[in-house]
């Protein structure tokens, strides 16, 4: 198994935002020797039915950010969501920061090209990201420094960031009573996805874990921290040396079961596009509806 450059010693602040629409938590990860941070998975608010984007839940991490007078270095994302709607380009004309999602992307955006119709004038490189991430390469927050881990399954294109003691998961994992993502979105796989886990829990025991989503099991309050060693053990999908065999069946067999995400025909549009809006052929700003396909 891959060896990352991981440094325990090292203990980033870490602000998260739950925004109870869509389950999401996004995060500013700021290093402790300087004023340098990071937002991971940030949300643009949609009133679907009515075609109405705002930003009020980005808001808040600029409000945070400026307040505390940082400095906005990186924008990531962990993986192109099918549940909410990136706003990386907002808070980049507003605080600056690179956006950054891995390599994989490119994979995401020919087959969402196709199911959406895009013309060529829809770039399928990856161009619309400042940085593509490949498997184990690292970046700099301040002088704090964090490394990409490629962890395909739920999509092609996850990634789980690991900044020092602190790693953000995206939908690889869910806290141990939530298990984990679907896996069958075009391009995910169950047993890929259950390698993917592998190489997370692979990690020290100690190492924190960051979820992107929770959705309170059995009514708990929403929770997005835990740890390698709790996920080990409890995990009720992959924890206490559950096989990949299981984890196929269970997982194969519950995805079956689930119906498409509410926001995934305008999640998938803008965040295959960095968090643009797409547009129709005099520039104004619309999705498309495809029928019978997802």
Same mark, same amino acid.
């Given at each position: 198994?891959?060896?990352?450059?991981?440094?325990?010693?090292?203990?980033?602040?870490?602000?998260?935002?739950?925004?109870?629409?869509?389950?999401? !938590?996004?995060?500013? &990860?700021?290093?402790?020797?300087?004023?340098?941070?990071?937002?991971?998975?940030?949300?643009?608010?949609?009133?679907?039915?009515?075609?109405?984007?705002?930003?009020?839940?980005?808001?808040?991490?600029?409000?945070?950010?400026?307040?505390?007078?940082?400095?906005?270095?990186?924008? !990531?994302?962990?993986?192109?969501?099918?549940?909410?709607?990136?706003?990386?380009?907002?808070?980049?004309?507003?605080?600056?920061?690179?956006?950054?999602?891995?390599?994989?992307?490119?994979?995401?955006?020919?087959?969402?090209?196709?199911?959406?119709?895009?013309?060529?004038?829809?770039?399928?490189?990856?161009?619309?990201?400042?940085?593509?991430?490949?498997?184990?390469?690292?970046?700099?927050?301040?002088?704090?420094?964090?490394?990409?881990?490629?962890?395909?399954?739920?999509?092609?294109?996850?990634?789980?960031?690991? !900044?020092?003691?602190?790693?953000?998961?995206?939908?690889?994992?869910?806290?141990?009573?939530?298990?984990?993502?679907?896996?069958?979105?075009?391009?995910?796989?169950?047993?890929?996805?259950?390698?993917?886990?592998?190489?997370?829990?692979?990690?020290?025991?100690?190492?924190? %874990?960051?979820?992107?989503?929770?959705?309170?099991?059995?009514?708990?309050?929403?929770?997005?921290?835990?740890?390698?060693?709790?996920?080990?053990?409890?995990?009720?999908?992959?924890?206490?040396?559950?096989?990949?065999?299981?984890?196929?069946?269970?997982?194969?067999?519950?995805?079956?079961?689930?119906?498409?995400?509410?926001? !995934?025909?305008?999640?998938?549009?803008?965040?295959?596009?960095?968090?643009?809006?797409?547009?129709?052929?005099?520039?104004?700003?619309?999705?498309?509806?495809? &029928?019978?396909? %997802?």
């Amino acid at each position: 198994m891959t060896e990352y450059p991981i440094n325990l010693d090292v203990e980033p602040t870490v602000e998260a935002f739950f925004d109870a629409v869509t389950n999401t !938590i996004s995060y500013i &990860v700021k290093d402790p020797s300087s004023d340098a941070c990071a937002v991971i998975d940030s949300v643009m608010d949609i009133d679907y039915a009515a075609g109405r984007t705002t930003y009020d839940h980005a808001d808040l991490l600029i409000a945070y950010i400026r307040k505390h007078d940082l400095n906005l270095e990186w924008i !990531i994302e962990t993986h192109v969501h099918a549940d909410h709607l990136s706003a990386a380009p907002y808070i980049q004309n507003a605080l600056g920061g690179k956006i950054g999602i891995g390599d994989q992307i490119m994979v995401v955006q020919d087959t969402f090209g196709k199911v959406f119709n895009e013309g060529t004038e829809f770039q399928r490189d990856g161009s619309q990201f400042d940085t593509l991430f490949k498997d184990g390469d690292t970046y700099q927050i301040g002088d704090l420094k964090a490394v990409a881990i490629y962890t395909p399954g739920h999509t092609p294109a996850c990634m789980v960031h690991v !900044i020092g003691n602190a790693a953000f998961v995206g939908d690889t994992l869910f806290m141990p009573d939530g298990g984990s993502a679907r896996a069958d979105f075009p391009g995910g796989d169950a047993a890929t996805l259950y390698d993917s886990i592998q190489k997370v829990l692979a990690l020290p025991d100690q190492m924190r %874990l960051f979820m992107c989503h929770d959705y309170g099991p059995d009514g708990r309050d929403v929770a997005w921290e835990t740890t390698v060693g709790e996920e080990k053990a409890h995990n009720i999908h992959v924890g206490a040396g559950k096989t990949k065999e299981e984890f196929v069946k269970f997982r194969t067999e519950r995805d079956a079961t689930l119906g498409m995400p509410r926001l !995934i025909i305008p999640s998938l549009q803008v965040n295959m596009r960095a968090g643009e809006m797409p547009t129709d052929k005099d520039g104004r700003l619309m999705m498309k509806v495809p &029928v019978n396909v %997802l």
